[in-house]
């Protein structure tokens, strides 16, 4: 039967598809949209940190050995199943390119997001103000401030527990479904949490106080003692699986535990105890994080004070709930999901300082990462804040006062949205750091057979570490680049037209004789335009005239200087771009030390500095050159 316009035009506009709805979903979500362009245009397809220990899992994987047990082996103090699960599936339909393991970061993202949403809607109404609400935490959620949570691959450990938990809560809270398909739901979100990070581990006390305090009267309470009886089993079994089945150390990052000893957390945190004014100086940090990282200020020095404030207003909260279960039990469920979900945010920073306070400086509790776990805590004083700002206004009778009160809460509201602002330009120029920095991490791998990087911070992981892994990912194909097997020149492209000198330079070379070494010391500078950035690396070929062609004999490394602390928590695998403020003549300068016996004996030599751009495979020659005579002496010479 043919359909006819008008009937098209109807279901358009129909309840079941609005336009309306749409775009409401699209300008909510758009912060997600925009965080999204910057993933895309700065995500980098090599390991960082711990990822690079994947290669032994991979390697398993590719001779069919992968046990159980290798999916369950603790990380440090994480059972890490399901992230390992993600690099395995990647490896099978991607060739393992990290950046879908960044996609997928960003999808647990979403998820957490579109969670917020559902959840604010059921419990708070489906309200213009709710839309508003649920802007303003897509802003903070989605904020590229948290540039390592998008950027590193294997941060989707990170990211994964907090969507199972806020789903978590939307399951128990789901009304009108039987207890055992509620109890199922919730109770898989906290298993797949709880074995991809350790802060999975609170889905179980979060989701079990929301369903003991839900009053008899909401639907979503039926059933509540079966449960209820059902989680604390389950509970009891994965939890005591978690620490009791093989809890020690099987990777090699591990704070300084060996294989085999006791994880970081079994191992220190009677230490952290002890030092109970550094671990509440620590868990105060990751409190304030969200509240502090809205300024440009250095975020340290008042971070415990923000944290002590964020943890006073949580408890003035749960007393104003508790009132409500008295006056206004409808509240009191209202308002119980976001108190467990604060609950939650509070523990997993507490738990986190104990096992973390001890081995890491304070400075660390407010580096972006844990952005990803407090930023959820101010989520409950806006769902309060609201609850009481809807109970006033309709309880306000004068159309002045009403309007006034629309007024205000849209100022603030429009003043909260206002300062994300500075987050978001200051994250967005960290990720185009975090993307320059990898870039150079990745040229620096390509010659991890050859030589060792200096400075090693580049590789975001230590030299003999990198140097044992990436072998292993190139030999499995998952390597970008792979390595090199040679060490001509001439398999890249390489730039007939020198630098100019205001881009390139080798600006001096000095003879050093130590005890344990004899060469040549060069220093210089590289940079490119368009956007401006150090050279990814520098190469240091030697040629004379029988030698075929160039041959690399070195890679020169930027040479920046040590940043302030808030550099360093925010910029933790790179010295770059900050440099340009504080001392621009060192952030686009190199150095590398050339020993004698690893040139080639002919005299004489020419060295050659090249700027090599990573995502072009292009070398630019600088436009001097080092001749080193027969006897002995260099001079600099101008092409």
């Known amino acids: 039967m043919p359909v006819s316009s008008q009937s098209i035009i109807k279901r358009l506009t129909s309840s079941a598809f609005s336009w309306q709805a749409c775009l409401r979903f699209l300008v909510i979500f758009s912060p997600a949209w925009m965080l999204i362009a910057l993933v895309a245009q700065h995500a980098v397809n090599i390991p960082v940190w711990d990822g690079w220990e994947r290669a032994e899992l ?270 206004n039990p409808k509240n009191w469920a209202r308002v119980l999901p976001w108190l467990a979900l604060g609950g939650a945010v509070i523990a997993i920073a507490l738990g986190a300082s104990v096992g973390r306070s001890a081995i890491l400086a304070g400075a660390r509790a407010s580096v972006p990462r844990f952005l990803s776990i407090s930023l959820y805590l101010p989520f409950t004083y806006l769902a309060v804040v609201l609850l009481c700002w809807e109970k006033q206004r309709r309880s306000e009778k004068s159309p002045i006062w009403n309007r006034r009160l629309a007024t205000g809460g849209t100022a603030i509201l429009g003043g909260l949205i206002a300062l994300q602002c500075q987050p978001w330009l200051y994250g967005a120029r960290l990720m185009e750091i975090w993307h320059i920095s990898r870039l150079q991490g990745q040229a620096h791998v390509m010659f991890i057979e050859h030589f060792e ?62 005890d344990d070494f004899d060469g040549w010391l060069l220093k210089g500078l590289a940079i490119f335009r368009e956007p401006s950035r150090p050279a990814d690396v520098v190469l240091l070929t030697a040629e004379s005239a029988e030698s075929p062609g160039p041959m690399i004999v070195g890679t020169g490394a930027i040479d920046g200087t040590l940043l302030p602390t808030r550099y360093r928590i925010d910029l933790q695998f790179s010295a770059m771009w900050e440099l340009l403020e504080r001392d621009p003549g060192t952030w686009m300068r190199w150095r590398e030390r050339l020993a004698l016996n690893a040139l080639p004996p002919e005299r004489p030599l020419t060295i050659r500095a090249w700027a090599f751009d990573m995502q072009k495979r292009k070398a630019y020659p600088l436009p001097q050159r080092l001749i080193l005579k027969a006897d002995g002496a260099g001079v600099l010479e101008k092409d």
């Open 58 to 327: 991979l390697q398993k994987w590719d001779a069919g050995t992968v046990t159980f047990r290798d999916l369950y082996a603790p990380h440090i103090d994480h059972r890490m199943v399901f992230p390992r699960l993600i690099s395995l599936f990647v490896a099978s339909v991607a060739d393992g390119d990290l950046r879908w393991e960044i996609a997928a970061s960003w999808c647990f993202g979403f998820a957490a997001g579109l969670g917020i949403w559902v959840l604010a809607r059921r419990t708070l109404g489906q309200t213009l103000w709710t839309g508003g609400l649920a802007f303003l935490a897509n802003l903070w959620i989605f904020s590229p401030l948290q540039y390592d949570n998008w950027l590193w691959p294997i941060q989707t450990a990170f990211l994964l527990p907090m969507s199972c938990l806020i789903w978590a809560l939307v399951a128990t809270t789901q009304p009108n479904w039987h207890w055992a398909k509620r109890f199922a739901l919730a109770a898989g979100l906290a298993i797949v949490g709880t074995h991809s990070f350790s802060h999975g581990l609170f889905i179980w006390p979060a989701v079990f106080c929301l369903m003991l305090m839900l009053p008899k009267s909401c639907p979503e309470a039926s059933g509540k003692w079966s449960f209820l009886i059902a989680w604390v089993i389950t509970a009891g079994v994965i939890i005591g699986c978690y620490f009791g089945a093989d809890y020690t150390v099987a990777t090699e990052y591990s704070y300084s535990q060996q294989r085999g000893e006791a994880t970081p957390l079994m191992a220190y945190w009677k230490e952290a105890v002890a030092e109970s004014g550094r671990m509440w100086e620590f868990f105060l940090g990751i409190l304030g994080g969200p509240m502090v990282r809205q300024f440009s200020g250095d975020p340290l020095p008042p971070s415990k004070l923000a944290g002590l404030i964020s943890l006073l207003a949580y408890t003035a909260c749960g007393i104003w709930a508790l009132w409500q279960a008295k006056t």
């Open 453 to 514: 990087p200096e400075p090693s911070r580049i590789l975001a992981y230590s030299y003999p570490e990198v140097k044992r892994y990436a072998p292993i990912l190139n030999r499995l194909g998952y390597l970008d680049p792979p390595l090199v097997k040679t060490l001509a020149l001439d398999q890249f492209t390489v730039s007939e037209k020198p630098l100019p000198v205001s881009k390139g330079l080798l600006e001096s070379a000095e003879r050093v004789t130590s």
